[in-house]
Every structure is written in C-alpha cells, then in structure tokens.
C-alpha cells in the first residue's frame, strides 16, 4: 500500500484555509488506542491569544503552535514566543520537509499533519506521535491533550452560530487543520481552535458535534496524537495493521526467493516492501 496524498484545491473566500491529505500506511502501526470507556468533559485551551494565518495558508503550523501553548506542551519551551511569527516560521520547516513542491516562503504550499509531526519530533518538542483512525479513538485521545485534526472544510463551516456552533455542511471549500482543545460530554460538542482572529466564533474558538466530526473525519480526515517530548515514545504494533497476515505469505516467499527474481522484479518487490 503506498501514500496516499491528495492536494486539496482551496476555494479562496475570506479566510485561508491549506491542509493537505497525506496518509502513510506504516502510520497503522502507531494507531492511538485507549483502555478508557467513559468520556468526560475537559479542555486543553492554548495559552496563547488567538492566532490569525490571515491570507497565509498555514493552518497546519498555526495548529502545532497552538498545540505547544497547551499544558502537556509549554513547559518545553517556556520562553518561546508562540505567536503568529513562530508559525510562519514553524509552516517554513513543514514545506521545507513535506513532500509539495516549494518553500514557504515564498511558495504557499499548504501542509499537512503526518508532516507537523515528524517536524515537531526533529525540533526535540515531541517525543512521537500516533494517529486516531476512529472517532472514538480520538475523542479517547481528547481526554488526555488537545489533538491536531485536519478536516475537509465545507462552506457551512466558515460562519458559527451565536453559540458557536458549526456544522459540517454545504459546498467544500478545501482543507483545514485545527486544534480540538475540549469536549462537552452533555452535548457531545467538540471544541476547535481555530486562526482566523479572535473576531471569529467565540474568541477564535467553535464547536462542531460529534456527528458531524465524524463525517468530516471519514472523508479522509485525520487526527495526529503528537507526543510531549517528556513523554516516552510510542512503540509500532505491527499486529495493528489488518493487512499483515494477508501479506506473510509474500513476504516469506519473496525475501527467500531472490535468486529466481530478474533484477526489475526485484527492485518491484523491495519498492512493495518498502511501504508495507
């Protein structure tokens, strides 16, 4: 199974958005799974006031940034300013190392959260990071920090109510990554920091309902569980991938079987396995 990358075309409109699908297959190694049933209500509010990407799309960096200004984060870098100069700064890393073609600045690639990341763990701000690919293993992984998700953006979703409330409707817009920093266990609200001023929403900050989030993650949405640095580093579990029993077989009989393969078949089967 190789990467499957998909660059979303932006329908511009008065806020930016530029999230970027990139789902890697080893990722189902590091599938977040939590023993915990019971859902309660919490929040990891950033520390920081609300950031605003402006005509920038740079939501992925605005997200880590705000990420680093939660609890589990801060204290790894207790005199850095995160504001709207160290996401830019911090969007600049992301496109030097994903995989879309140019450099912020002066290119305005967009990103994506596989990439926000690996790029955290090179800085030494994270130790690793999982990913949720559920609803429930997310909202599980909510309990704990606040986690990055990337979404398709729909038009329904530009304007929140007066209680802040979206809704995952209408014509798609792009892609978009926001931090999901609470969670109201009676209405079954997650709670979404946003970067598009504090004039947005409330504060910056909107609810979306569980069932709508689910939808939007289904649609190949994701949510990346980065690790603190103090934390220890989550472990692969092979046994997680669904696929491993089907591909034993090959993998036996094409790791012994080098002599009968012509040179372009092999480098086929070491590409194959490569991505396993």
């Known amino acids: 199974m190789s990467t499957h990358y998909v660059r979303l075309p932006e329908q511009l409109s008065d806020h930016r958005l530029g999230r970027h699908v990139r789902h890697d297959p080893r990722s189902r190694a590091y599938r977040y799974r939590s023993t915990s049933t019971?859902?309660?209500?919490?929040?990891?509010?950033?520390?920081?006031?609300?950031?605003?990407?402006?005509?920038?799309?740079?939501?992925?960096?605005?997200?880590?940034?705000?990420?680093?200004?939660?609890?589990?984060?801060?204290?790894?870098?207790?005199?850095?300013?995160?504001?709207?100069?160290y996401a830019q700064a911090l969007y600049h890393d992301l496109t030097a190392s994903d995989d879309y073609s140019?450099?912020?600045?002066?290119?305005?690639?967009?990103?994506?959260?596989?990439?926000?990341?690996?790029?955290l763990v090179a800085r030494g701000l994270a130790s690793g990071y999982?990913?949720?690919?559920?609803?429930?293993?997310?909202?599980?992984?909510?309990?704990?920090?606040?986690?990055p998700i990337g979404i398709t953006w729909k038009?329904?979703?530009?304007?929140?109510?007066?209680?802040?409330?979206?809704?995952?409707?209408?014509?798609?817009?792009?892609?978009?990554?926001?931090?999901?920093?609470?969670?109201?266990?009676?209405?079954?609200?997650?709670?979404?920091?946003n970067h598009w001023a504090a004039d947005w929403g409330i504060g910056g900050r909107c609810w979306m309902p569980v069932a709508d989030l689910t939808a939007a993650l289904a649609d190949d949405g994701d949510a990346t569980i980065v690790i603190p640095a103090t934390v220890p580093a989550p472990v692969p579990t092979p046994a997680a991938d669904a696929y491993a029993a089907i591909r034993a077989?090959?993998?036996?009989?094409?790791?012994?079987?080098?002599?009968?393969?012509?040179?372009?078949?092999?480098?086929?089967r070491d590409a194959w396995l490569s991505v396993r």
Not at 249 to 268: E, N, V
Request: glycine share 10%.
């Open 102 to 119: 140019g450099t912020w600045p002066p290119t305005d690639t967009g990103s994506d959260g596989l990439t926000l990341g690996k790029v």
């Open 155 to 193: 038009s329904g979703c530009d304007n929140p109510s007066p209680s802040g409330l979206i809704r995952w409707t209408g014509s798609v817009r792009g892609g978009h990554e926001l931090l999901a920093c609470g969670y109201d266990a009676a209405r079954q609200w997650v709670l979404l920091q």
């Open 38 to 85: 019971t859902l309660q209500s919490v929040t990891h509010l950033p520390s920081i006031p609300c950031l605003d990407q402006g005509d920038v799309g740079s939501c992925v960096a605005n997200t880590g940034t705000e990420l680093l200004a939660t609890d589990a984060f801060r204290p790894l870098a207790p005199s850095v300013p995160l504001d709207e100069a």
């Open 130 to 147: 999982q990913h949720a690919m559920d609803v429930a293993s997310f909202l599980a992984a909510l309990q704990t920090r606040a986690v």
């Open 249 to 268: 077989p090959f993998d036996a009989w094409a790791l012994t079987a080098t002599a009968k393969l012509t040179k372009a078949s092999r480098a086929a």
